[in-house]
């Protein structure tokens, strides 16, 4: 990505500003700053039968799991990179073309957190906090494009094809019972992957010189969802009390809205 954003602020720096009307053929390189959204994250517990628990345990669990269980809200986040491509000119009208870009996005964190009395059990109270990054560390873009020329230097354009980023999902569930022998289950699950889906938006991008043209898009991308989940064991005085689980699932979709420049060469 370093590369890439440094070859367009290179491009950028030495592309010539003649005024006259724009040529739309050719090779270009630019950087675009933005906004996007990231839908929040859910959280599921599960109360899992284990031969042999101590009597109660299944209400244990069964409530740990309540306490595991919620969600978060969507999240805006800023982004910034840079992009490259190639414009076709086919005829006075119409413009075909080709681009692939990549963002740095910044990141979010996504926090459940409890404080719940167990029915069951009195005097027992567990804090619980389950905390995952859910961000994209990057999101790129490979997208065909294709436009008409409203008027001399007006162009309108669809574009659509790949996205593509790394995710990181690791979470880290901590709790505490203060007060009472109980140890609930703490531990990190989840982790890094790369992810591949779908982009599909428009815009409409602004000659203001013979090689400079400036841009505003809209895209909806797409790229599945992510699913972590492992398993707990509470503990009391050192006794085995309960085995719960639980998971964290993630939709990778949204929104873009995104403004940029472009030096034509």
């Not at 986040?77 to 910044?106: C, H, L, P």
């Not at 492992?230 to 009391?236: C, D, I, K």
Request: hydrophobic share 40%.
């Amino acid at each position: 990505m370093r590369s890439i954003l440094a070859a367009a602020v290179l491009t950028l720096l030495s592309c010539p500003a003649f005024a006259q009307s724009y040529l739309w053929t050719g090779f270009y390189a630019g950087l675009h700053l933005g906004g996007m959204t990231v839908p929040g994250t859910q959280f599921t517990g599960s109360n899992l039968a284990t031969p042999g628990a101590p009597a109660g345990s299944a209400a244990f669990a069964a409530e740990t799991a309540q306490n595991l269980t919620g969600s978060t809200s969507d999240s805006a986040r800023v982004m910034g990179g840079a992009q490259i491509g190639y414009n076709w000119r086919i005829n006075q009208a119409f413009v075909a073309g080709i681009e692939t870009d990549i963002s740095k996005v910044s990141r979010h964190a996504d926090i459940l957190t409890r404080n719940q009395p167990f029915a069951g059990f009195p005097g027992f109270t567990v804090n619980s906090g389950l905390t995952s990054p859910n961000y994209l560390e990057y999101l790129g873009t490979v997208r065909a494009r294709f436009g008409y020329v409203v008027a001399e230097p007006l162009l309108l354009y669809l574009t659509g094809g790949l996205a593509y980023g790394q995710t990181d999902s690791t979470t880290q569930f901590i709790a505490t019972s203060p007060g009472t022998a109980l140890t609930p289950p703490t531990g990190t699950f989840g982790g890094r992957s790369v992810r591949a889906g779908y982009t599909v938006g428009g815009g409409l991008e602004y000659a203001v010189y013979r090689n400079v043209s400036l841009k505003a898009e809209g895209l909806f991308y797409d790229m599945g969802s992510t699913t972590d989940q492992t398993v707990f064991n509470s503990f009391s005085a050192g006794v085995f009390v309960s085995t719960t689980g639980v998971s964290r699932t993630t939709n990778l979709n949204g929104v873009i809205a995104r403004v940029g420049v472009n030096c034509l060469f």
